[in-house]
């Protein structure tokens, strides 16, 4: 895939939260919430604090869905993010 944010923007692929619970209850698609978590696939050239391969934390709702050759990212503002995980 082949494509560069422009201005303060990120591209990050949601990681998919856990399917059961720690009891082992399965929770079913239409039950689960959007992850909020990610990792960053592609970074503007204004950005500076993150880089590739970093996992974010960010808003539920935050955000721009696209689709590329099949799988689902987000375009987030910066200001979206609320930080860096295990940084």
Known sequence: ???QPLGNRVLVKRVEEATTTVSG???PDNAKEKPSRGEVVA???EVTVL???DQVLFGKYAG???TFE???YVVLNVEDIF???GA
Do not use: A, H, P, Y
Request: proline letters at 0%.
């Open 64 to 66: 721009d869905e696209v």
């Open 1 to 3: 895939m082949n494509f």
């Open 70 to 72: 099949s799988e689902k």
């Open 25 to 27: 209850i399965i929770i």
């Open 51 to 53: 880089k590739n391969s």
């Open 43 to 45: 970074v503007s050239t």
């Open 83 to 85: 930080g860096i995980i």
